[in-house]
């Protein structure tokens, strides 16, 4: 029976996510992340075919960890609250993560889906598609339609207008003022009951 590896998988990538934190995605060598938990280079080859590999499943995990909550979000039977849900988690988690926020704009998936094996892919084409199914559903229970029109509308309230208002504050420039919030929310709501106008 073979020996139970000393650091799980989540410990290799957060020490990899400090490293690229305070030096830069080139700082997160195997070598220094090895240092970083008290182990060898080949332990993180162990869990890990290359760097490539490991820093594309750490931005895979964080991607992962930003979406859950949002699917989770326009769930919520009240759609306005659900609209609320959604755009707050987008100020909250890059508030409370913004190490992590700051890695997801270092990456673009088309700088490092080339390094990625298949079951990588896979995975994220499954989130994907849940993200989008999840806001597809939302579309279908406020409008009765997820046409082309209408998902531009809820994709732009949702994500890329929360989004949008957060980037430029990433990852150094403070934090998004109350009243950008606020304005966001409200902006989001107008493009939302301009669709069923």
């Not at 009765?144 to 929360?162: C, E, I, K, N, Q």
């Amino acid at each position: 029976m073979g020996r139970r590896p000393r650091f799980s998988t989540d410990e290799i990538l957060d020490a990899a996510l400090e490293l690229v934190i305070a030096g830069g995605p080139a700082a997160a060598t195997a070598t220094a992340v090895g240092r970083a938990i008290g182990a060898p280079s080949g332990s993180v080859y162990h869990r890990f075919a290359s760097r490539d590999e490991m820093m594309a499943r750490l931005w895979l995990r964080t991607i992962e960890n930003y979406q859950r909550p949002v699917i989770e979000a326009v769930g919520v039977d009240d759609l306005d609250a659900a609209a609320d849900a959604a755009i707050a988690h987008c100020f909250d988690w890059t508030t409370e993560h913004r190490g992590e926020a700051a890695l997801l704009l270092l990456y673009d998936k088309s700088d490092i889906a080339a390094a990625w094996p298949d079951t990588l892919a896979r995975e994220l084409r499954e989130h994907n598609h849940a993200a989008r199914a999840a806001l597809r559903a939302y579309a279908r229970r406020r409008y009765g339609s997820d046409d082309p029109a209408v998902m531009d509308r809820v994709t732009y309230a949702l994500v890329d207008l929360p989004y949008a208002a957060v980037r430029r504050h990433l990852p150094d420039r403070g934090l998004p003022a109350q009243w950008l919030r606020e304005f966001t929310i409200r902006s989001a709501h107008e493009i939302l009951t301009d669709i069923g106008a």
